[in-house]
């Protein structure tokens, strides 16, 4: 089984704080996202990346960051966290082999709230 | 660029009762396209998949859809709802041209009524 693992659930953050959020998959996927869920509002996909070190913006990038270093490992950056960045952040992965048709596979999810 | 729209944030059946969540889709190139189920506290798990192979296509847990391209469809049904089916529901779809990526709908939450 594909696993997707996010180094918190819950996490509370200070105005201007720098914030990270880490994402670690194990089935050597080529794929990662990170996605932002708010109620009504679907999934939004903040960030891609396709490869080491790749990474493409996704709908709605601003104010964040992300670094690949590793290709298990996709981390998500809050450069200077604001209350409008309060909301449940989903990682994801798929294996990038079929592409348009690859299956993502999520991790639970880091709820952050920004005071 | 493609987009999917689910009908009904809310839907409320009865245990035992069909379970219809509708999606519609809009793309210039043909679509393949997803459904995602979200349990309480839980991230997306995939549900079904529709990648031109059938029109109908079954999913875990009694779920499928059918693929209608004349209606730029892809509802989600299961012909007798279980309490355990509460969640909340994701359309999705991804185009070659935006090849690796999907783009979600608002999602639809299912309530199960004892």
């Known amino acids: 089984d594909v696993k997707v693992t996010q180094s918190s659930r819950y996490l509370v953050k200070r105005t201007g704080e720098k914030v990270f959020l880490e994402c670690v998959q194990d089935m050597d996927h080529e794929n990662m996202f990170w996605y932002r869920q708010d109620p009504g509002l679907g999934l939004r996909l903040i960030y891609f990346s396709y490869d080491v070190k790749m990474k493409e913006k996704g709908d709605i990038p601003e104010g964040y960051s992300v670094s690949r270093e590793k290709k298990e490992r996709f981390s998500l950056i809050l450069e200077s966290a604001s209350t409008n960045q309060t909301s449940m952040y989903l990682c994801?992965?798929?294996?990038?082999?079929?592409?348009?048709?690859?299956?993502?596979?999520f991790g639970p999810g880091t709820r952050l709230t920004v005071l | 660029a493609q987009s999917v729209t689910q009908l009904g944030s809310h839907v409320s059946v009865s245990e035992g009762a069909l379970v219809l969540l509708r999606c519609n889709y809009s793309?210039?190139?043909?679509?393949?396209l997803f459904w995602y189920v979200q349990y309480p506290n839980q991230g997306l798990q995939l549900l079904l998949k529709?990648?031109?192979?059938?029109?109908l296509v079954k999913g875990i847990n009694g779920f499928e859809a059918e693929f209608k391209k004349s209606e730029t469809s892809f509802h989600l049904t299961k012909p007798s709802a279980h309490m355990s089916d509460a969640a909340e529901y994701f359309c999705?779809?991804?185009?070659?041209?935006?090849?690796?990526?999907?783009?979600f709908g608002d999602g639809t939450t299912l309530t199960v009524k004892p």
């Open positions: 999705a779809v991804s185009v070659p041209t935006n090849a690796g990526k999907s783009t």
């Open positions: 994801a992965s798929s294996s990038g082999l079929a592409a348009v048709t690859d299956t993502q596979y």
């Open positions: 529709y990648t031109s192979a059938a029109t």
């Open positions: 793309s210039s190139v043909p679509p393949y």
